[in-house]
């Protein structure tokens, strides 16, 4: 399925890409695609599409302070965790769009 | 009457120390001097250290002495000499109060450890002790006592002067043994005090007049001067005030006996002392080899006893009085000066962090003076000689401190500037041998008066010329001046038996010019013999080269020369054609042109081939950015600004001869300065890319057992490297980011990061400890890596990319196994650096 992420931390300069390594490669696993934005030090990278959003099963927005945009994905289910869970539990982060 | 205008010179104001020496100046005339300050109109006897305290003298003042007497003139010219050459150097080496104060009441988590009681107060001098309390009772009831006073007018004012004269002896005495130039320094600021007429004069009065016992006396004079002290509108001053109470109390010891325990009476093992105040004296006197603190009552910054324990390497926090009170005799303490805290009743934990602080600070401080001894070379090893440009003695010291390996240029002209008459051989002779001694073996070179351009002597009574810049400068009027310029060699020849001094002729365009110097030099030396003056046999003159013609005729010049430097500021502007102080022109006045870099490298290499050593010193010395090209000139050694030393011995560490001689080479063949700069810049940005790592940044085998004390030790770390100014400030930014969510990762890493101030450069520092560390109570994993990320609040995006790439490489199990198996600190690095370097890993 595909699925779009968003991470962010408070410093925004490790962490942030951290969450996302980890999505990105768990997902990729399990034989998702995902695309995840950044919102960290260097601003908005990897930044999504409306479209992209459009055509997503579901968000996860991995985040320990507000995100940015956040009303993008009002239309999705959204499964919202800290960064530090995105991290150490991807797999079960990941599982938890499909029930 | 004469009178002497003069601005003050003193960050710190007119205080006990120059107002002492402006004192013993005017005692040695008969002669009136009166001192005025226009500011605020106050005048004193310039005779009275205490009267000139009282005028509340700051800083840019404008002031005046007023001279009259028999030996007016005397006076008048030993005052002028005083005003230029000892006043200026007669302040503290510390800053004003004001900015010097530790910044943060922030401190790590462990502190609040339940068992250690924090004693919060003021840091006075730097470092951290641990001993047992022990109270200082210095002067036991004195106060008490000065009112049991007899009621004999005479007697007393005999015990009085007999005990006037006790103290000042015992003072001069300390003085002399004082074995420590800032103590020294205070005790002559009290032995003034002791020795002013308008102090005792009035202790006398009081005895003789109003029938008061002497040690009322004196402590009423010194409670009137202390009063005027702090009403002054300078912290400084009004912190003096307490030296007459140092002063009262020191009288009052020789009036009714001592109250200072013997030396025997000192603890024999590690202790802090613990007293209400303190006298410098008594703690010059006591015996400090167990002393490992001070925490003293309410006692200002600037307090003379503050500056003292300083200048001892005391560990010293000022405490409020309710905590000092609390304070038990016998229990354990531990002074940090740095923190401005005192603990009492350290927990085990806390112990232990500050032995490992300690040892990271000893560390710290042999590495860095170990670096700053080493001589300054290229990655490749080429050697490259780190010197300084002074224009004064006072700037000397810190010069060596700051890692100058010589003295590349001595502006002697600065000695002849500002004043009415050309300063004498003996008065030039002083200046030079002192610099010469400060030097300790390395090379000073003196560069012979530089007049003319931009710098007037009015006594030469030099013509006006059209174009000062391109007349009768430097070396071009030495023919007509010749007493002038002989008198100076024989005062550099003088002092050049007690050190490596070398002479170097300014504006250089003929090799008859540097034949004038020699014969000159020559004729000096003769002049000394004829006297019997002993003076060094041989010394090296050699010629600064900033005008192209001898840049271009260097060759010529070797025979005559023993060395050359260049003269980068004046050459520049005679190559191109610009003033250099034209605001207009400054967009012109680059040195990157191509013609100038050629130029500068044609010289050097002549000059090599000629066999002659070659420096640089001017401006571009002291920039780190182009030094690339520099080094690739080959030049034997870069004189610059003190500041900029560190710096660049640095650069020059991280620089390969060999890639700079490429660089200078696509450097001469560009066809402007914005080009060279393109290429310069690419050169040193290649350097920042992969800079975030760095072999001194790796650490295996850690004995850190706590997230405290691994977090310190990298923050160490970085400072040692010269990417952190404060290793304390990162410390604290780092925690404030662990304290919203811990960076334990859960893999047997934790992440560790802050973004503060005082990151100079993005850095990445990784420790591996000897036991796994459990980051968090709970929940948390056991940690075998910590890799601590610091930036800098305005960090370039290329940093932070870096930084992110490698925080996705954590998420892979292999880089971590990696890290964590990876047999030396070397591996590591390679590891760090891959990662940094390659694309990201994963794509979308």
């Known amino acids: 399925m595909n699925i779009v992420a968003v991470t962010a931390c408070p410093t925004g300069i490790a962490h942030t ?37 459009r055509e997503a099963a579901g968000a996860i927005l991995a985040a320990d302070i507000a995100v940015q945009g956040r009303e993008r994905f009002d239309s999705l289910k959204v499964v919202e965790v800290s960064v530090a869970e995105a991290i150490k539990h991807p797999e079960t982060v990941l599982n938890r769009l499909e029930k | 009457m004469t009178g002497i205008p003069f601005a003050f010179p003193l960050a710190n104001g007119l205080h006990a120390r120059p107002a002492g020496l402006l004192q013993e100046t005017c005692q040695r005339f008969d002669a009136v001097v009166v001192f005025r300050n226009q500011r605020n109109r106050a005048c004193a006897d310039a005779g009275s250290v205490l009267e000139l305290v009282a005028t509340s003298t700051v800083a840019g003042d404008p002031c005046l002495l007023e001279v009259s007497g028999r030996q007016e003139e005397e006076a008048v010219q030993a005052l002028r000499s005083f005003l230029r050459l000892e006043l200026p150097r007669a302040d503290d080496a510390q800053p004003p109060a004001a900015g010097v104060e530790a910044g943060s009441d922030w401190l790590p988590p462990l502190f609040n450890d339940g068992a250690s009681l924090l004693l919060h107060g003021r840091a006075l001098a730097p470092g951290t002790g641990r001993g047992r309390a022990a109270r200082l009772q210095l002067s036991p009831n004195l106060p008490a006592r000065f009112a049991a006073g007899r009621k004999d007018a005479r007697l007393e004012q005999r015990l009085f002067r007999e005990a006037l004269e006790k103290a000042r002896l015992e003072t001069r005495r300390q003085a002399e043994q004082a074995g420590n130039a800032v103590g020294a320094g205070i005790l002559k600021a009290q032995l003034a005090i002791l020795c002013d007429p308008h102090f005792w004069q009035r202790i006398d009065a009081l005895i003789a007049d109003k029938k008061l016992p002497a040690g009322t006396a004196i402590q009423k004079t010194a409670a ?4 005027v002290l702090r009403r002054s509108p300078s912290v400084y001053l009004r912190e003096r005030a307490a030296d007459l109470d140092d002063i009262a109390a020191l009288l009052g010891v020789h009036l009714y006996g001592r109250g200072e325990p013997a030396a025997a009476q000192m603890p024999r093992r590690p202790f802090v002392g613990v007293a209400a105040s303190l006298s410098p004296a008594a703690l010059l006197a006591f015996d400090r080899r167990f002393l490992r ?102 700037e000397l010291e810190p010069a060596w401190r700051g890692g100058a390996e010589a003295v590349g240029l001595f502006r002697s002209e600065m000695l002849f500037l500002d004043r009415e008459t050309p300063p004498g051989e003996d008065e030039q002779y002083a200046v030079y041998r002192q610099a010469a001694l400060s030097a300790k073996g390395r ?61 170097m002729v300014p504006m250089v365009t003929t090799v008859a010019e540097v034949a004038l110097a020699r014969r000159l030099l020559a004729a000096a030396a003769g002049e000394l013999r004829l006297r019997k003056i002993p003076h060094a046999r041989r ?61 500068l490298r044609t010289t050097a290499a002549r000059a090599r081939k000629a066999g002659r050593w070659i420096g640089l010193c001017g401006e571009m010395a002291g920039r780190p950015d182009l030094l690339p090209l520099l080094v690739g000139m080959g030049f034997d050694e870069f004189s610059m600004a003190a500041a900029r030393i560190a710096a660049a011995r640095q650069r020059i560490g991280e620089l390969d001869s060999g890639a700079c001689r490429d660089l200078l080479r696509r450097a001469l063949r560009c066809a402007d300065a914005g080009q060279v700069a393109a290429q310069l810049s690419e050169f040193n940005h290649g350097r920042a ?29 970085l400072e040692l490297d010269n990417r952190v100014d404060d290793a304390a400030a990162l410390e604290e930014a780092v925690w404030k980011r662990e304290q919203t969510v811990a960076t334990d990762l859960g893999f047997g890493f934790a992440l560790p990061h802050g973004k503060s101030a005082t990151v100079r450069a993005a850095s990445v520092a990784f420790l591996r400890p000897a036991h796994a560390i ?59 650096a891959s990662a940094v370097a390659g694309p990201p890993v994963s794509r979308t």
């Open chain 2, 443 to 503: 090379p000073v070179i003196v560069r012979t008066l530089d007049v003319g351009g931009d710098k007037h002597l009015p006594y030469l009574r030099l013509p006006a010329e059209e174009n000062p810049f391109l007349g009768c400068r430097g070396v071009r009027f030495y023919g007509e001046q010749q007493e002038l310029i002989r008198c100076q060699l024989r005062a550099i020849l003088r002092a050049a038996r007690h050190g490596r001094l070398k002479i």
């Open chain 2, 224 to 227: 009137a001067f202390a009063d």
């Open chain 2, 689 to 717: 890319a992969t800079g975030v790592v760095s072999a001194g940044l790796v650490r295996l085998g850690s004995a850190s057992r706590t997230p405290a004390e691994a977090i310190r030790e990298l923050c160490e770390l």
């Open chain 2, 774 to 832: 459990r980051w968090t109570v709970k929940g948390g994993s056991r940690v075998r890596g910590v890799l601590l990320i610091a930036v800098p609040v305005d960090a370039a995006d290329e940093h932070l990319k870096i930084i992110a790439r490698l925080s996705r490489q954590l998420m892979h199990e292999e880089f971590r196994a990696g890290l964590l198996s990876a047999a030396d600190p070397g591996a590591v690095l390679a590891l760090l």
């Open chain 2, 293 to 394: 603190g001070l925490v003293l009552g309410e006692v200002g910054f600037t307090a003379h006893v503050a500056i003292l324990a300083r200048s001892l390497a005391v560990p010293t926090v000022s405490l409020p009085p309710a905590s000092l009170a609390g304070i038990a005799a016998g229990g354990e303490l531990i002074v940090d000066g740095r923190r401005g805290l005192v603990v009492a009743g350290p927990g085990a934990a806390l112990k232990r962090y500050y032995r490992l602080e300690q040892e990271g600070a000893e560390r710290r401080q042999r590495l860095q003076s170990r670096s700053l001894l080493r001589r300054a070379k290229t990655l490749d090893g080429s050697r490259i000689e780190v010197a300084a440009n002074v224009g004064s003695i006072a």
């Open chain 2, 539 to 599: 010394i090296e003159l050699g010629i600064m080269v900033e005008t192209p013609a001898a840049a271009l005729a260097i060759g010529a010049f070797a025979g005559i020369s023993d060395f050359f430097s260049v003269g980068s500021n004046d050459l520049l502007q005679y190559v191109l054609a610009v003033d250099r102080g034209n605001a207009r022109l400054a967009g012109l006045y680059d040195p990157l042109h191509p013609a100038f870099l050629s130029l």
């Open chain 1, 17 to 53: 890409y951290m969450a996302a390594e980890q999505l990105e490669k768990t997902a990729r696993k399990l034989g998702h695609n995902i695309k995840v934005e950044t919102q960290g030090a260097m601003g908005i990278e990897n930044e999504l599409s409306a479209k992209e959003i």
